[in-house]
């Protein structure tokens, strides 16, 4: 499905086209506007404020969020509170935000990247091993492997934590 808006941009109206992505633990939007410009829009799980991919909490992110709300899923916002670490991982900075939980036998992270969009869900097993695993419960075909390594290592320190 995908529905048009005119957005007032700088005192001028702007056609864009915004298209709902599905599937997913963070409904994103991608909206291409009139101009060429195109970004992806989504919520932010903690403060449900509106977020621009990359440039973050901004104005025209506030005016996608509004246009999309009758398109939202999820339109009220349920807060979910992330524990964000940050730490310098093998000569690498990596910062990045989780929600941990049970379901079951396994242990379950959503990982979010420091710009607050969802990118998986780690999947802790009864064996100990790790799982990759998207919203869809599918595996993912690309992933930045560095950054996962660093994740999975990081994780078990947290563990106690849940217990």
């Known amino acids: ?8 941009i700088q005192q001028e109206p702007l056609t864009a086209r915004i298209v709902p992505e599905t599937g997913r633990i963070q409904q994103l939007f991608r909206v291409m506007f009139s101009n060429g410009y195109e ?8 403060s449900g404020r509106w977020v621009e991919e990359d440039l973050g909490f901004t104005e ?3 005016q996608v969020g509004m246009a999309a709300l009758p398109f939202s899923k999820q339109p009220i916002h349920v ?4 524990l964000w670490h ?3 991982y093998m000569g690498h ?12 036998e396994q242990r379950l992270y959503e990982v979010y990247h420091h710009n607050k969009k969802y990118l998986y869900t780690l999947v802790l097993n009864e064996t100990g091993d790790w799982q990759v695993m998207d919203a869809r419960s599918t595996k993912i075909p690309y992933l930045d492997q560095a950054f996962l390594d660093a ?3 990081i994780l078990p320190q947290y563990e106690e934590d849940y217990h």
């Not at 499905?1 to 007032?8: A, C, L, P």
């Not at 900075?93 to 079951?104: D, E, L, N, R, S």
């Open 93 to 104: 900075y990596v910062k990045f935000g989780f929600y941990a939980y049970t379901k079951g």
């Open 151 to 153: 994740v999975v290592h």
């Open 79 to 82: 807060p979910k509170m992330l």
């Open 1 to 8: 499905m995908t529905f048009q808006h005119i957005f007032n």
């Open 60 to 62: 025209l992110a506030a």
């Open 86 to 88: 940050h730490e310098d």
């Open 39 to 46: 970004n992806i829009f989504f919520k932010d799980v903690e």
